[in-house]
């Protein structure tokens, strides 16, 4: 089993920072891209960001330019740092970590996800 424990959620005014981190811990497991993603009350869960372990990323459009992804790897932990933030920001976040584990010589992946951090844009 993989844990995800997700922090640094909260209230923040338009134009406001925040920065979400997640910690993954769990033996027997390798941890490949880890990533964001958010939940708006009412709409379906969206890709944020993700990052590989050789530190590639990928954005969605709509956060290009604010948000940035980052990664540990000896942590095992992921970060976002959310600058300009807008009221459309307003989620809960998920963490995510794609895995990969071995039984009697077979590789499996599987991924995990944290609890959610709520994140509020309002003034």
């Known amino acids: 089993q993989v844990q995800l424990v997700e922090s640094g959620g909260g209230l923040v005014q338009p134009g406001g920072s925040l920065r979400l981190s997640c910690a993954a811990s769990?033996?027997?497991?390798?941890?490949?891209?880890m990533g964001w993603y958010r939940q708006g009350q009412g709409k379906q869960r969206e890709l944020v960001a993700t990052?590989?372990?050789?530190?590639?990323?990928n954005y969605a459009d709509s956060v290009k330019g604010r948000f940035t992804i980052s990664r540990d790897n000896a942590k095992n932990t992921v970060y976002l740092q959310m600058n300009s933030l807008k009221p459309e920001d307003t989620a809960v976040y998920y963490c995510?970590?794609?895995?990969?584990?071995?039984?009697?010589?077979?590789?499996?992946?599987?991924?995990?996800w944290g609890q959610g951090t709520q994140v509020t844009v309002s003034a």
């Open positions: 995510n970590a794609q895995t990969t584990y071995s039984i009697l010589g077979n590789s499996y992946v599987a991924p995990y």
């Open positions: 990052i590989t372990t050789g530190g590639s990323t």
């Open positions: 769990g033996s027997s497991f390798r941890i490949n891209a």
